[in-house]
Antibody
Framework: QLQLQESGPGLVKPSETLSLTCNVS??????????WGWIRQPPGKGLEWIGS???????YYNPSLKSRATMSVDTSKSQISLSLKSLTAADTAVYYC????????????????WGRGTLVTVSS | QTVVTQEPSLSVSPGGTVVFTCGLT?????????PSWYQQTPGQSPRTLIY???VRSSGVPERFSGSILGNKAALTITGAQADDESAYFC??????????FGGGTKLTVL
């Protein structure tokens, strides 16, 4: 069973860059069976897709983030990472990592397994 | 900008049937959008219920079903139970690797 565990700083200052990691266990982060994604949820609000990354480095991002997000896969550490720059209070949210299944040549777009999430608060 | 619409709130009596819908402000939802549905209780991460329109995720009870109704995706709970009281989010695939979530529907079972 795939397991995902997010970790991050908890509190970051406005204008700084957020760095989050997601530890993957139960299967290889470099498996061609998965795409990896980040999703966030501001307190009391809905879900927002941030982006998705494949082990090859191929990425898709939510255009609304205006190029502030960067995602990557570190196969040596079995981790997925997210960097989000130029933070504002609007970036305060619980950040989740999740996987998309790729059973064959193509990947399903839905997110199958989710981590527990990590709360990030942007405040001075 | 494409917006995915959901009812803000719904209510159902125990044992009753409730239908959630997931629409697009620009056009109709079809199977090509690979609709998926997620359940979330307060303080928990989302749980995947339905994907590819009507496929139940492993371990999801049969009372949850997905479909296309008219020009929207739909999630139906048949025989609602008290522990179905949660928030429900739909997600649609817009192409080129891009997905978007609906705003979510809060279900009350009373």
């Amino acid at each position: 069973q795939l397991q995902l565990q997010e970790s991050g700083p908890g509190l970051v200052k406005p204008s700084e860059t957020l760095s989050l990691t997601c530890n993957v266990s139960g299967d290889s982060v470099s498996s061609d069976h998965y795409y990896w994604g980040w999703i966030r949820q501001p307190p009391g609000k809905g879900l927002e897709w941030i982006g998705s990354v494949y082990y090859t480095g191929s990425t898709y991002y939510n255009p609304s983030l205006k190029s502030r997000a960067t995602m990557s896969v570190d196969t040596s550490k079995s981790q997925i990472s997210l960097s989000l720059k130029s933070l504002t209070a609007a970036d305060t949210a619980v950040y989740y990592c999740a996987n998309r299944d790729c059973p064959g040549a193509s990947c399903y777009p839905h997110f199958q397994h989710w981590g527990r999430g990590t709360l990030v608060t942007v405040s001075s | 900008q494409t917006v995915v619409t959901q009812e803000p709130s719904l209510s159902v009596s125990p044992g009753g049937t409730v239908v959630f819908t997931c629409g697009l402000t620009s056009g109709s939802v079809s199977t090509r959008h690979y609709p998926s549905w997620y359940q979330q209780t307060p303080g928990q991460s989302p749980r995947t219920l339905i994907y590819r329109t009507d496929v139940r995720s492993s371990g999801v009870p049969e009372r949850f079903s997905g479909s296309i109704l008219g020009n929207k995706a739909a999630l139906t709970i048949t025989g609602a139970q008290a522990d179905d009281e949660s928030a429900y989010f739909c997600m649609l695939y817009l192409g080129t690797g891009s997905v978007v979530f609906g705003g979510g529907t809060k279900l009350t079972v009373l």
